[in-house]
């Protein structure tokens, strides 16, 4: 499979307990995003990369959020002290710089339920 | 203010038959334009985009509109299938230099009918 990985699918953590996700992109793109979708709604940017570099972060990702992208390849995504308004799918996607409005392609996302 | 949205949350057809999909969007400085698809416990599925240097834009089975001057954006599905069912996204980038800060809407769940 070539396409975008997130492990894991899914996450049930208790309130105030802190989580890390791992994306992997596709091999080859050097832009990797996070994005996050609740219940019915559409993903909403939270943050990017360009190799290892977070170019932007969105005001949704309070300081309990941390990404990282140590080496340019995959990514990581904290969340510290969890709250129940955390729950969410958090999708990981990734494009190709050089090639203008290079499309996204998300990978199927961390469900995370914070009880 | 800026925002994109859909004018229907759902919409049924017969397979077979086409759909279309429509979306408004608000900021007209907007230069490019993505449909996603998004079946259930899956990430959004690039569908066709679109730049705003073109009004039409064709794929596979689908045709992508844009209207600038009342911003509006549309999807045509021919020849709907059961795999068509979903949940459909259109989504603007609001990022610069090629970064893909999207802003979606809510979403168009499409249902097709045996």
């Known amino acids: 499979d070539t396409g975008v990985s997130q492990d894991p699918r899914h996450k049930i953590t208790k309130r105030g307990q802190n989580v890390t996700f791992r994306c992997d992109p596709i091999?080859?793109?050097?832009?990797l995003y996070w994005y996050r979708q609740t219940l019915g709604q559409g993903p909403e940017f939270l943050t990017y990369f360009q190799n290892e570099a977070q170019l932007e972060k969105s005001r949704l990702l309070s300081d309990r959020f941390s990404a990282e992208r140590p080496k340019g390849s995959f990514s990581t995504l904290e969340i510290q002290r969890t709250e129940q308004g955390d729950s969410a799918m958090y999708l990981c996607?990734?494009?190709?710089?050089?090639?203008?409005?290079?499309?996204?392609?998300f990978g199927n996302g961390t469900r995370l339920t914070v009880t | 203010g800026e925002s994109v949205g859909l004018h229907l949350p759902t919409l049924s057809v017969q397979e077979g038959d086409n759909s279309i999909i429509n979306c408004a969007y608000s900021n007209s400085a907007s230069d490019y334009f993505i449909w996603y698809k998004q079946e259930s416990g899956k990430g959004p599925q690039f569908i066709i985009d679109?730049?705003?240097?073109?009004d039409k834009r064709q794929g596979q089975r689908v045709t992508v509109l844009l209207n600038k001057t009342v911003k509006h954006l549309s999807l045509q599905i021919a020849a709907t299938q059961p795999g068509d069912s979903a949940v459909y996204f259109c989504?603007?980038?609001?990022?610069?230099?090629?970064?893909?800060?999207?802003?979606f809407g809510q979403g168009t769940r499409l249902t097709i009918n045996p």
């Open positions: 679109i730049r705003s240097n073109m």
């Open positions: 091999s080859e793109h050097n832009r």
């Open positions: 996607a990734s494009s190709l710089t050089g090639t203008a409005n290079s499309p996204l392609h």
């Open positions: 989504a603007e980038n609001m990022g610069q230099e090629g970064a893909q800060k999207l802003v």
